[in-house]
Nanobody, 128 residues
């Protein structure tokens, strides 16, 4: 049973930083792709960033490129999202997701339906 548990959300002022963590358990994730998505009130769930567990390839949404960094710690089975220079429009619930079929094209790794496993989400709020 795959479990993803996010933590690290909170309230921060614009320009500040947060680091989100996603602790993964339940199986070996070396062939997985891991993603972060976010959902603001009344909006769809959007792609933020993704990383391949083996090899460490990464991809980012244009809206966060240069501000957010996704990384993973193989020994801890944990994926991180470092969020810097935060803006009020970054306010959302952030979800960690796992794709058992591994890395793929941009169209694949940025699509919600391609990820079978999801965490419960963590709220990040950026005040102006």
């Amino acid at each position: 049973q795959v479990q993803l548990v996010e933590s690290g959300g909170g309230l921060v002022q614009a320009g500040g930083s947060l680091r989100l963590s996603c602790a993964a358990s339940g199986r070996t994730f070396r062939n997985y792709a891991m993603g972060w998505f976010r959902q603001a009130p009344g909006k769809e769930r959007d792609f933020v960033a993704a990383i391949s567990w083996i090899g460490g390839s990464t991809y980012y949404a244009d809206s966060v490129k240069g501000r957010f960094t996704i990384s993973r710690d193989n020994a801890k089975n944990t994926v991180y999202l470092q969020m810097n220079s935060l803006k009020p429009e970054d306010t959302a619930v952030y979800y960690c997701a796992a794709r058992g079929r591994g890395w793929g094209t941009v169209a694949v790794i940025t699509t919600v339906d391609e990820y079978a496993y999801w965490g419960q989400g963590t709220q990040a709020t950026v005040s102006s």
